[in-house]
């Protein structure tokens, strides 16, 4: 697997991380379809994700957790709002106080991601929209860019278990 970019676009108001995985469309869903899978990788190394709830079809919500070093827990949720099996998906993703609620103090974005043939692999592409640039700087202060560069990273280690 290698993270072929990740593309900050200030004037479309974006976040993109592209990757080339060497699995099928179809096996890559799996990674976002399946909550155990999606857990093992949403989060960076060091913030692992917990799925409480997970229902990835159109109307459906996913609620989780990332856990940091000390213990500390960041919630978000998702609402998924277009499937396209094994070739996209649209959501919004959200952040969220300890009950899972939607926290309106943190922006909320719509991820794309997008899964393509590419040679015997995928390309995956995942693109986050974001309201206002105020929105995407203060996600990024967050840390945002590096942290999907690193969950995205732990892909490899998951396919190769099969």
């Known amino acids: 697997m290698t993270v072929v970019d990740t593309i900050k676009d200030t004037d479309a108001l974006t976040l993109t991380v592209v990757t080339e995985l060497d699995a099928t469309p179809e096996r890559?869903?799996?990674l976002w379809s399946d909550a155990d899978q999606?857990?093992?990788w949403w989060g960076p190394p060091s913030w692992p994700a917990t799925f409480t709830a997970h229902d990835l079809t159109p109307g459906g919500t996913s609620k989780?957790?990332?856990t940091g070093p000390d213990g500390t827990e960041a919630h978000g949720w998702w609402r998924v709002r277009r499937t396209d099996e094994p070739r996209s998906l649209e959501l919004e993703d959200g952040f969220a106080d300890a009950d899972g609620n939607p926290d309106?103090?943190?922006p909320v974005t719509v991820m794309?991601?997008?899964l393509t043939p590419a040679?015997?692999?995928t390309r995956m592409t995942i693109t986050s929209q974001f309201a206002?640039?105020?929105a995407l700087e203060q996600v990024l202060g967050m840390g945002m860019a590096e942290g999907m560069r690193e969950a995205v990273g732990q892909i490899p280690a998951l396919l190769a278990e099969g």
């Open 28 to 30: 890559v869903w799996r």
């Open 112 to 114: 794309r991601v997008d």
């Open 132 to 134: 206002t640039a105020e």
């Open 38 to 40: 999606l857990g093992r």
């Open 119 to 121: 040679g015997a692999g």
């Open 104 to 106: 309106d103090s943190l």
């Open 64 to 66: 989780y957790h990332m």
